[in-house]
């Protein structure tokens, strides 16, 4: 009974005319995106249809329009359910993404900000993670998650007992074990469909340039305000965007430097601090929800900078007051025309 009821989407593709699809989920993933000549099946009588036109139901994966057929046909009624459901369509449309890629990102591609544009976006995405620490953690894993389809991660660390209060990329069984790579296995399994590349070393000026000019994007989820400015000067000498994220105590910090078009860090903080020690969670400690929060917000600014580009970037910092729980976005000064790394003279 049930295979009887079920029509593969080539077969109706192949005879068009004789059907007619209805869309059996809701008006806002239906406004999103249908197949060619649906209608919304909460909308229409099928009373209507004329007797040469047989009703195709299908809902996201075909199970819910399986259900509502038999329902109807055990009342008389001549319908058919869509196999797969819309996913089967999308699949057709799209082949950058694998069937089960339309399944895993479904949540976000209902979103008009994503949708299946967006998604494939996403997946031929590269960026470059320095860092698999506090905010390197929350970056990689939502930026995985995400599907973005190329990730690097470089980090020369070990990873230590005290980190696992934050480093939600590792585990207990992982201490001695480097972090890059450990993000490298724990990305990997959260998502098979992405390709990640670990690099077992420290970002230095000798190797910078060539690392970061492989990524599309780079985010800055270090703790040292040397390695910030370093990656800030490559970013812009190479014309990289990066996002940089800084997490202290119970605040945090986000910003995305688009060169040429933002402020980079040199036009706000210009140079080291003499004692280097104003990210160090060594010194001034950190609360590990207040870096899940913040990196978090970084892999949003990843995602929405290959998705949702503003013709007009606007230099901001958002920060989080994990004490007081407010947060508010800054507007920064624009381009420092003086400064010694983006100014007019470099």
Not at 134 to 155: E, K, Q, R, V, W
Not at 204 to 221: G, H, Q, R, S, W
């Amino acid at each position: 009974m049930t295979e009887k009821l079920e029509i593969t989407l080539e077969k109706v593709k192949k005879n068009i005319d004789d059907y007619i699809l209805l869309d059996m989920r809701d008006a806002v993933s239906y406004r999103n995106g249908h197949i060619d000549g649906a209608l919304l099946y909460k909308d229409f009588d099928l009373s209507d249809i004329k007797v040469d036109k047989i009703p195709v139901l299908y809902c996201e994966y075909g199970e819910k329009s399986l259900a509502e057929a038999e329902k109807l046909s055990s009342e008389g009624i001549n319908v058919l359910s869509l196999k797969d459901g819309f996913k089967s369509w999308l699949a057709s449309c799209f082949t950058i993404l694998e069937k089960k890629e339309l399944e895993r990102y479904d949540r976000q591609m209902i979103l008009p900000q994503i949708g299946l544009e967006g998604q494939e976006k996403l997946k031929k995405a590269s960026v470059l993670i320095v860092g698999a620490g506090g905010l390197g953690s929350p970056a990689a894993l939502y930026a995985a998650a995400a599907g973005i389809g190329n990730i690097g991660i470089i980090d020369g660390d070990t990873v230590c007992l005290h980190n696992l209060q934050r480093q939600i990329l590792h585990s207990t069984e992982r201490i001695g074990k480097n972090k890059s790579e450990s993000a490298k296995e724990t990305l990997e399994a959260l998502n098979d469909n992405i390709t990640v590349k670990s690099f077992p070393f420290y970002l230095t000026k000798d190797n910078a340039v060539e690392i970061i000019n492989k990524y599309d994007l780079v985010i800055d989820c270090t703790d040292s305000t040397d390695l910030k400015l370093l990656i800030n000067d490559i970013c812009v000498e190479l014309r990289k965007p990066f996002i940089y994220g800084g997490a202290s105590g119970l605040t945090g910090q986000v910003m995305t430097c688009i060169p040429g078009k933002t402020p980079c860090l040199r036009c706000i903080f210009e140079d080291v601090p003499p004692d280097n020690g104003c990210f160090s969670c060594e010194t001034a400690g950190i609360l590990g929800a207040v870096c899940g929060i913040t990196g978090s917000v970084q892999a949003l600014e990843a995602v929405k900078y290959f998705t949702m580009p503003s013709d007009e970037p606007v230099g901001k910092m958002f920060i989080i007051d994990g004490a007081s729980l407010r947060t508010r976005c800054m507007s920064l000064k624009k381009r420092n025309s003086s400064c010694k790394v983006c100014g007019k003279d470099h």
